[in-house]
Nanobody, 118 residues
């Protein structure tokens, strides 16, 4: 099982970042995949998802600013983040929907830190 998000970093408000996620085929064959984020003291929240057919859904907090996409041939998904805000600061994770599990436990893999400064 592989889930590896990358592309995070430190940016200023209103700038952009593009996150990438490499997933194993067993995860990517799921109909829907998505991005989650978790900031200190808060629960992990799903912010974007995309089906195999390309239908997307977004949390209200990122709608109009973030764009999710996927490349089924490469088992990759992406998150284009524009007009970043300080409240977007979090660790970002990718996963299938429902999330992958290993030995009965939800597996999240490696997230990537996004820090947005004012």
């Amino acid at each position: 099982v592989q889930l590896q998000a990358c592309g995070g970093g430190l940016v200023q408000a209103r700038e952009s970042l593009r996150l990438s996620c490499a997933a194993s085929g067993s995860i990517f064959r799921a109909n829907t995949v998505g991005w989650w984020r978790q900031s200190p003291g808060n629960q992990r929240e799903r912010i974007a998802s995309i089906t195999n057919g390309g239908s997307t859904a977004y949390a209200d907090s990122v709608k109009g600013r973030f764009t999710i996409s996927r490349d089924n041939a490469k088992n990759m998904m992406y998150l284009e983040m524009n007009s970043l805000k300080t409240e977007d600061t979090a660790v970002y994770y990718c996963n299938s929907l429902p999330p992958a599990s290993v030995y009965g436990y939800v597996y999240w893999g490696r997230g990537t830190q996004v820090t947005v400064s004012s």
